[in-house]
């Protein structure tokens, strides 16, 4: 079976309401404005996969 190795957090994912803007929501969210800028592919992966792997 191929796929996401991320596709298994949308069914366990935790959503909440942002305020009162209707908006759904992750409860957590992984900073990434560094990746791509700042920080090389392999280190982005890196912290992805960690990030995954503690979810």
């Known amino acids: 079976m191929g796929g996401s190795p991320y596709a298994r ?3 366990t994912m935790t959503y909440g309401h ?3 803007s209707g908006l759904l929501v ?8 560094n990746i791509g800028y700042t920080v090389d592919e392999a280190t982005s992966f890196a912290v992805m996969d960690a990030a995954v792997g503690n979810a």
Do not use: A, E, Q
């Open 26 to 33: 992750s409860r957590i969210g992984l900073g990434t404005m």
């Open 18 to 20: 942002l305020g009162r």
């Open 9 to 11: 957090l949308v069914d």
